[in-house]
């Protein structure tokens, strides 16, 4: 079973500034299966990232994933306000077949 | 465009049964594999279940195997999830998703809200 750590759990930041989010898996697997998800309070997740660095429609290029491995990273290049969030890095694979890390929350 | 809307929520007392329906549109759903998402208060995200898109093969996670069944009928565009012996632990939203071929999930409804409490 790969287990999925994200860090910080709390990131605080102002607009216009840069974001670094982890995801660090337990085990290796393809990079292809990693993907990222925004998360606003009462609001369902919206996929951000897919294969670990491709963009979903309509995200704007501010988001940028990268990563293999073990390590796989969330940026996003200037803080937007409406970019506070909780963020989710999940894996496909097996037992169990989808995994998501615990979320890290991005706080102004 | 994709729409996921999700109904069949509600208060349940621990024991009881549920079924939750999932109605899609927007996109050719006999195509593609369907998940179930939940969400307990204040928690994370954590996989419930996936469907094939003829609905020949069904995962499930280990916290609800044996007591959860999904299913879909592609003639109504429609995702099931029957609940059972439901525990205070399965409270939970309960998102419908769409996959995507990346085995991302693409595509999210609103939720619907589980309530297991006496």
């Known amino acids: 079973e790969i287990v999925l750590t994200q860090s910080p759990g709390t990131l605080s930041l102002s607009p216009g500034e840069r974001a670094t989010l982890s995801c660090r898996a337990s085990?290796?697997?393809?990079?292809?299966?990693l993907a990222w998800y925004q998360q606003k309070p009462g609001q369902a997740p919206r996929l951000l990232i897919y294969g670990a660095s491709s963009r979903a429609t309509g995200i704007p290029d501010r988001f940028s994933g990268s990563g293999s491995g073990t390590d796989f990273t969330l940026t996003i290049s200037r803080l937007e306000p409406e970019d506070f969030a909780v963020y989710y890095c999940q894996h496909y694979g097996s037992s169990p077949l989808y995994s998501f890390g615990q979320g890290t929350r991005l706080e102004i | 465009e994709v729409q996921l809307l999700e109904s069949g929520g509600n208060l349940i007392q621990p024991g009881g049964s549920l079924r939750l329906s999932c109605a899609a549109s927007?996109?050719?759903?006999?195509?593609?594999?369907m998940s179930w998402v939940r969400q307990a208060p204040g928690k994370g995200l954590e996989w419930v279940s996936s469907i094939t898109e003829g609905g020949d093969r069904t995962s499930y996670a280990d916290s609800v195997k044996g007591r959860f069944t999904i299913a879909r009928d592609n003639s109504k565009n429609t995702l099931y999830l029957q609940m059972s012996s439901l525990r205070a632990e399965d409270t939970a939203v309960y998102y419908c998703a769409l996959r995507g071929t990346s085995k991302s999930f693409d595509y999210w409804g609103q939720g619907t809200l589980v309530t297991v409490s006496s």
């Open positions: 085990q290796s697997f393809g990079s292809s299966y």
């Open positions: 927007g996109f050719t759903f006999s195509s593609d594999v």
